[in-house]
């Protein structure tokens, strides 16, 4: 199982969203054993970023449909999160 670290950050590599726009991965609770355990949310970007936020989300869910939230201690709304820039991931 991927931390919710690894996961965010590949999904950040994959999307490579334009200067100033972030993805944020915040935990859910599954509602049944085929429902992930995170969504995601992206700013405003290009269609060519939207493109490919939206395929990378749908093949993590599909690998990765829950991740460990171990070490997240950002909170908000009472659910754990954590957001990333392409320069955290790339630089």
């Known amino acids: 199982m991927k931390t919710a670290r ?10 490579q969203p334009p ?7 915040t935990e859910r609770d599954p509602k049944n054993v085929k429902d992930t355990n995170w969504i995601t ?3 405003v970007m290009p269609l060519d970023a939207l493109l490919r936020y939206d ?3 749908a093949e993590l869910r ?8 171990t070490g ?3 909170v908000d709304g009472g659910r754990r ?11």
């Not at 690894?6 to 999307?15: A, G, K, N, P, T």
């Not at 200067?19 to 991965?25: D, E, N, P, Q, T």
């Not at 820039?85 to 630089?91: A, D, I």
């Open 6 to 15: 690894e996961f965010i950050e590949d999904l950040v590599r994959q999307v």
């Open 81 to 91: 999160r954590i957001a990333r820039w392409l320069s955290e991931v790339t630089g």
């Open 41 to 43: 949310g992206a700013g």
């Open 55 to 57: 395929t990378a989300v």
């Open 72 to 74: 997240i201690t950002e």
């Open 19 to 25: 200067v100033g726009s972030a993805i944020a991965l």
């Open 62 to 69: 599909r690998q990765h449909p829950r991740v460990d939230w």
